[in-house]
């Protein structure tokens, strides 16, 4: 059974929470036989049901959205009427929590339709219905060691010569197979072992999917097996990176069609177990293909010991490590550390090379960290998206393929350029972690931060004003203070914005004693109010030639709050807020009638 489609989880809570003996009041009536196996037989259709608009190819028994409600509702009602025959009084639904249910399916019918709609890859056909491939797959699974099945040999008359002068490159040799480049890779297959048979009729079916490896068949040259896989161009998505940085437009299409290519073989009952971008293939209009089938297993399969485990840990999932078996859900973390090394074109935890320690970080729940580096709007918001999907992907309740499906669509379709028209770029030319923009931090000095802000370019500011803050600067921490305080292109943080006005100010900054001192009055900033501190700050502000805090500070004395009641002070320091061209501390004098000039 594949995720998709979290259906289940509605219909089975009718079910689940029906069945539990705290949630029913079970009246003492007589119940006879025949109620009991009806009741029976409706909890073995929801159960049925439930199978359907989980698995893919399920949905191929209804027509549209309105049979799935239409066959939900039913099964419902018919749950309901075998409760009251057998006298059952259920508490778990009332009118209220029904509709929320109703909602919930409504939810979940909304997108497995722009799912199926957009999903295409060797799934659905031009008619959205299910490739009637996967269901042949899933039969072959099934009856593997049952059936006599034998994979296609390729006579080596056909695989020709390209027309250019090959350099093989290892045992890897480069053919014409009736006008297709392709790859021949030696092996050694018995024609005996029926089941490797199987799964290699298996391989060669997944070419149905436009984004996972085609294999042809088998063969012999200069008296060796051979493997005939289709040619990918640009090698595997690892070396491409290495060579190229990718546009973050492409980076979206890439995982997108890769998603796709996991859609379809999960479909088809199969679990990849190695998904990383070393394993997935490029063809020179930079479309992916899913490749290296040997760790595959059927979904219900144990896992394989993996020889070469090291290699691969890093795209592990805490169940895969601590050995408690693999899903669909170790899967789906797995494409979520795929999605971030293709992000930042790099492996994860690069710089540890204890694979100990790795194991460890995932175990506990220590994960790469995301920072991006600057870019334009467009591509933060495709930066965004990718974010919220990697970390989706590696929460403990993980994100279900569909929805990563979706959510790349839905990124994909916004972007500025088409997919396979993307150039590369050199390797290095895009700051993707911000690495290259700290190292330049070095080099600028803190005006220049103050200058982007004046020109609104605040991520650049920021990222200045971060950089000097951490050197001690307090004007820094002022600036880095204010960005906090007021939510300027990062989260607003009051509470962090508070420590470091204070810092600032002890070091006697007198444009973060104002901020500070003014963050003591205001209840919500979480700042405890001292009243000797709040004058101490408030007059360095003032007497630096702080038109505001002259302004506070003179109200203070005149109204006495938060200090004595001193009129020779209030006036005077209005007086000063007023020639610093205070509108407000000019109108207050007036009122109380004195000149500004004597």
């Known amino acids: 059974m594949t995720d998709f489609g979290s259906l289940i989880s509605n219909v089975f809570a009718v079910v689940s929470e029906a069945i539990k003996v705290k949630m029913l009041e079970i009246q003492p009536r007589i119940c006879d036989h025949k109620a009991f196996y009806q009741f029976v037989e409706v909890l073995k259709k929801i159960k049925n049901f439930m199978n359907d608009v989980s698995n893919l190819t399920g949905w191929k028994k209804y027509a549209s959205a309105i049979s799935v409600k239409e066959t939900f509702e039913k099964l419902i009602s018919e749950f309901d009427r075998s409760m009251d025959d057998l006298h059952f009084t259920v508490t778990i639904f009332n009118e209220q929590q029904r509709k929320l249910e109703q909602e919930n399916l409504n939810a979940d019918i909304k997108k497995m339709e722009q799912f199926l709609k957009t999903i295409s890859g060797g799934v659905t056909d031009v008619q959205l219905q299910i490739n009637t491939v996967i269901s042949e797959i899933q039969t072959i699974n099934k009856k593997m060691d049952r059936i006599i099945l034998k994979v296609i040999k390729i006579n080596p008359k056909e695989l020709d010569d390209p027309p250019y002068k090959e ?40 070419k149905e999917c436009p984004n996972v490896l085609k294999f042809y068949g088998l063969s012999n040259l ?45 479909s088809c009952g199969i679990l990849h177990h190695d998904i990383r971008c070393e394993n997935i293939m490029m063809t020179m209009r930079l479309e ?39 899903d669909f859900k170790c899967e789906i973390f797995s494409f979520g550390m795929l999605l971030w090394e293709l992000t930042f074109e790099k492996i994860p935890y690069e710089d540890i090379s204890n694979i100990n320690q790795i194991k460890e970080n995932v175990t506990n729940g220590i994960r790469e960290r ?50 396979y028209q993307t150039s590369l770029y050199p390797d290095g030319h895009l700051d993707l972690d911000g690495s290259k923009f700290n190292k330049q931090l070095s080099v600028r000095p803190l005006v220049d931060g103050v200058a982007c802000h004046k020109n609104k370019d605040y991520e650049t ?12 600067s307090s004007t820094a921490k002022f600036w880095k203070a204010r960005y906090l305080a007021d939510g ?16 600032a100010a002890e070091d006697n900054n007198t444009d973060a004693c104002f901020r500070y001192a003014l963050l003591m009055t205001d209840k919500s ?20 030639g702080d038109a505001m805090a002259q302004y506070h500070l003179g109200n203070m004395y005149l109204e006495g709050k938060h200090a004595d009641l001193n009129t020779g002070s209030g006036i005077k320091y209005l007086k000063l807020a007023a020639l610093n061209g205070h509108l407000e501390a000019e109108k207050a004098l007036k009122e109380r009638g004195v000149n500004i000039n004597e």
């Open 488 to 503: 300027i292109f990062v989260d607003k943080n009051v509470m962090k914005a508070a420590d470091l006005f204070k810092e």
């Open 525 to 544: 900033s979480g700042v405890k109010f001292n009243r000797e501190r709040y004058t101490e700050y408030l007059t360095k502000a003032a007497s630096a």
């Open 370 to 419: 995301i920072n991006f580096g600057p870019t334009t709007p467009e591509h933060q918001r495709i930066q965004n998206g990718l974010k919220e999907i990697i970390i989706a992907e590696k929460q403990q309740d993980r994100i279900l393929l569909v929805d990563i499906f979706n959510k790349l669509y839905n990124l994909s379709v916004k972007c500025d350029e088409p997919h």
């Open 288 to 326: 992916p293909k899913i490749a290296n089938f040997i760790y595959s297993r059927e979904t219900d399969d144990n896992t394989t010991f993996i020889k070469n485990e090291d290699d691969i840990v890093r795209w592990m999932s805490p169940e895969k490590i601590s050995k408690r078996g693999y």
């Open 167 to 206: 350099t093989n490159l290892h045992t890897i040799i480069r053919k014409l197979y009736r006008g297709n480049e392709v790859e021949c890779k030696p092996t050694n297959i018995e024609d005996e072992d029926q089941r490797i048979q199987a799964q290699l009729v298996i391989l060669g079916k997944l």
């Open 222 to 266: 200069n008296d060796r097996q051979v493997m005939v896989f289709e040619w990918a161009e640009k090698g595997n998505l690892k070396e491409l990176y290495k060579k190229h940085d990718i546009n973050w437009d492409e980076k979206v299409h890439i995982a997108l069609d890769i998603c796709r290519g996991l859609v379809f073989i999960h």
């Open 461 to 472: 500011a920021w990222k200045i004003f971060e950089y000097h803050a951490g050197l001690g």
